[in-house]
């Protein structure tokens, strides 16, 4: 018998990138829209900048989605006893992993995809749109598959 969305665990999905102002949260807000429900993004960054990358809300709102709540944070919170654990971490640059804790090491499945290659990053609104075009890319190449087995409520 196929399983029922009600029947479903959400998946949980934690975006890793540098500095969390512009990567990271536009994969969050994308996937979160993109999940039906059946998925929880986060994103969180190794050494977050204080604030969002100025193309974060531009590109958002281009895809009618809004950035309201996207904020840079630490890699250091989902650490935390009492925060969500993801089942999936997504590394979405050319970057160092971090240390994990050791309840981590064989629940939470590790992924990188090339998004953007080491930092810095060019800054520009142009190089923006292609990461997010790359993000998009990948969630839809992920999302649609598992998104075709389950059957309409």
């Known amino acids: ?3 029922r969305r009600s029947d479903l665990r959400k998946t949980t999905v934690l975006f890793v990138c540098p500095d969390n102002a512009l990567l990271g949260p536009l ?13 929880r993004a986060f994103s969180a960054g ?20 809004s950035a ?7 890699l250091d919170i989902f650490l935390m006893p009492h925060a969500p654990k993801p089942d999936r971490m997504i590394y ?11 309840d981590w090491q064989e629940s939470v499945r590790e992924h990188a995809w090339a998004v953007a290659g080491k930092p810095p ?12 075009r790359r993000i998009r890319q990948a969630i839809d190449d992920a999302v649609a598959p598992a998104m075709a087995t389950i059957p309409a409520a």
Do not use: I, T
């Open 1 to 3: 018998m196929p399983k």
């Open 27 to 39: 994969a969050e807000a994308y996937l979160n829209a993109q999940g039906a429900g059946l998925v």
């Open 46 to 65: 190794l050494k977050p900048r204080s604030e969002l990358h100025p193309s974060v809300a531009k590109l958002l709102s281009s895809r009618a989605l």
């Open 68 to 74: 309201e709540g996207l904020e840079p944070k630490s």
């Open 92 to 102: 979405l640059a050319d970057m160092e992993k971090p240390e994990l804790p050791d």
């Open 121 to 132: 990053f060019p800054a520009s609104f142009a190089a923006s749109v292609e990461y997010f």
